[in-house]
């Protein structure tokens, strides 16, 4: 049976219902928008007063004097990713991004969501470089690439570079493994919640650049199509990459 989600007065039947009230609201708004509607700044306040223990852990909404004084939607963005999300601004002046998507679940991703997003971000720009090189290497007269799945040539914005094998949650676990961290993640090796902070990262650098040699020393990569890549087709045993993307 499906869980209620309470937030101050309203009451959704399903997670999936909150979390489409709180998506509605946030595309109500452009980018760059302050959260003008009373009911909509009501609703956002609630839902911070309601799960302020996840959010202190997921981004620290709270910090500060504590007091909100406006929401916006803003775009935030990252090394080869881009996403619109809420904003609190307090009445001190600090601001804060959060995830109404952590709020509505009500628990925070933990510490080992926050290596496995390091790991992502260490190798983030190595990723976007390959697949460049993949489209110079393999691209028809158009600057196509058929996408190993489907055939379907495809250009660079809509294309997806997969970890064909092994999956990169494989090389997350394997790489904790290889340094002793299976069980707990050691203090200092991820960076904390802070105001603005996207994504954990690795506070020390050779971390992130063993991941990194970890990473390119097995990475089997392959283009699809964003169709192909969203249906996912990923096989439980190793894929025949015909057109293999290296990663350097």
């Excluded at 090394?79 to 609190?88: I, L």
């Excluded at 510490?111 to 976007?128: G, H, K, T």
């Excluded at 707990?184 to 991941?211: L, R």
Aim: proline share 3%.
């Amino acid at each position: 049976m499906a869980k209620s989600v309470t937030v101050g007065s309203l009451t959704f039947k399903t997670q999936s219902s909150a979390l489409e009230h709180f998506k509605k609201i946030l595309h109500a708004y452009s980018d760059g928008d302050r959260i003008s509607n009373g009911s909509h700044h009501t609703d956002l306040v609630s839902l911070i007063d309601r799960y302020d223990p996840v959010l202190e852990a997921v981004g620290e909404p709270l910090k500060g004097n504590g007091l909100i004084d406006h929401f916006e939607r803003r775009l935030n963005t990252g090394t080869g990713w881009s996403s619109s999300g809420f904003w609190v601004v307090r009445n001190d002046g600090s601001e804060t991004d959060f995830s109404y998507i952590d709020a509505v679940k009500g628990k925070p991703k933990g510490i080992s969501q926050d290596f496995y997003n390091s790991c992502r971000e260490a190798v983030a720009l190595d990723l976007i470089q390959a697949k460049k090189k993949a489209f110079k290497d393999y691209g028809d007269s158009d600057g196509k690439v058929a996408c190993e799945l489907t055939g379907k040539l495809v250009s660079i914005e809509d294309a997806h570079l997969d970890h064909a094998w092994p999956f990169f949650s494989h090389m997350v676990s394997g790489f904790r493994a290889a340094r002793g961290w299976s069980n707990d993640i050691p203090n200092g090796v991820v960076s904390e919640p802070a105001d603005g902070q996207m994504k954990a990262v690795f506070i020390d650098q050779s971390v992130a650049d063993a991941f990194r040699s970890f990473h390119h020393s097995q990475a089997l990569l392959r283009i699809l199509s964003k169709e192909a890549n969203l249906q996912t087709a990923s096989a439980a045993r190793k894929p025949k990459v015909s057109r293999p993307v290296k990663v350097s």
